[in-house]
Nanobody
């Protein structure tokens, strides 16, 4: 069974940091670009970041650029999202996603489109509050 599992979320004060992990089971991640998305209550799910299969190319939503860093360890079948200088507006459920059916190794111009990914994790909650 192909599965993605996120972890690392929690409650953090503004200015704090968290590192999210996305681990795959049932398949290897090293052939796919991986995206991180988030969804706040009452809002659409939005793309936060993407990393290519090789890790050589990354993409970020403008509001997180310079604060978030995406990385991957293909040997551990894991993708990370390091989040620094967190703000209350970063509060959301965070999801990782893989384009397994499309077999896409690069992020490309459509990296933030939900429809470009067909496998999703269950999400991990990030709450930034004092």
């Amino acid at each position: 069974q192909l599965q993605l599992v996120e972890s690392g979320g929690g409650l953090v004060q503004p200015g704090g940091s968290l590192r999210l992990s996305c681990v795959a089971s049932g398949f290897t991640l090293d052939s796919y670009a991986i995206g991180w998305f988030r969804q706040a209550p009452g809002k659409e799910r939005e793309g936060v970041s993407c990393i290519s299969a090789s890790g050589g190319s990354t993409m970020y939503k403008a509001s997180v650029k310079g604060r978030f860093t995406i990385s991957r360890d293909n040997a551990k079948n894991t993708v990370y999202l390091q989040m620094n200088s967190l703000k209350p507006e970063d509060t959301a459920e965070y999801y990782c996603a893989a384009p397994v059916g499309l077999g896409r190794p690069s992020c490309g111009s459509g990296w933030s489109r939900k429809g470009d990914y067909d496998y999703w994790g269950q999400g991990t909650q990030v709450t930034v509050s004092s």
